[in-house]
């Protein structure tokens, strides 16, 4: 079957992304230490977003939910964009990782974007940067490529929220350049990704903690003592609003058949709807407090 062009630009550009962890990149990334990688790594998003046109100060006017943890928080966004997208806002959704397609990953209104948006978004993102770096390592790895171009959509496409996925850890996790998020979601901590995160549950919550912003709604689920008490710590030196909020588990209808136990399916969419509650009364705030100021 012949080809369209516009498939043919599509897997073209795939090609292009799929490329952009060279040897070159991973032998310079490699020769540094673990903690000047990643620590680096929040400056240099941000150098890249700039470069596509998308200042800092713009990025701010996203509105967020923020949801980190080892145990579900792929399902948590998932119910969070729903729930929102069913009162009629208009939603953004960034996770990871894909199943079938990497668009899978940029989501609007619950549906990846097309293969013409994505190629478009792609081409206009990785053009400027290409046009602006100095060398040839002087690119953003594929993940953080992705949450860059996620940015530019959901700025483009003007989304009333956008639900974003951290990919690993929190604190130095690329999606963490984001510096006004009015709600932030820890679900379920487990020991994961040791060499990056640290070997115990306690470097782990600090790790994932670190996606608090001040002046945020933080909210949690049950966790080990050992977790809780950390991100409980952490909520206070990020100067979270209320300190940290420990959900309840409300009781859900999900079917018979479904491959996740309920009862992690009923922690994970009591998290949504808090993170969710949360977002809607601070929206509806600013949108009265902006009304009276005009």
Known sequence: MKQTSNQQDYEACIDVLNNLQSNAQYIK??????NSRYSNQLTEVKKYLCRTGLSMSKLDELSVIHVAGTKGKGTTCAFSEQILREHGYKTGFFSSPHLLEVRERIRINGTPISKDEFTKFFWKVYTSLDQQKSDETDMPLY??????????????KKVDVAIIEVGIGGEYDCTNILRKVPVVGITSLGVDHTSLLGSTIESI???KAGIMKEGCRAFTVPQSEAAMNVLKQRSIEKKVVCQLDIIDNLQFKFPANTLCPVHILNLNASLAVALCQTWLSISIFLLQSTTIMR
């Open 29 to 34: 990334l490699k020769s540094q230490s673990t």
């Open 143 to 156: 993940f953080r490529f992705l949450t860059i171009m996620a940015f530019n959509v959901f700025i483009e």
């Open 205 to 207: 919550a600090w790790n």
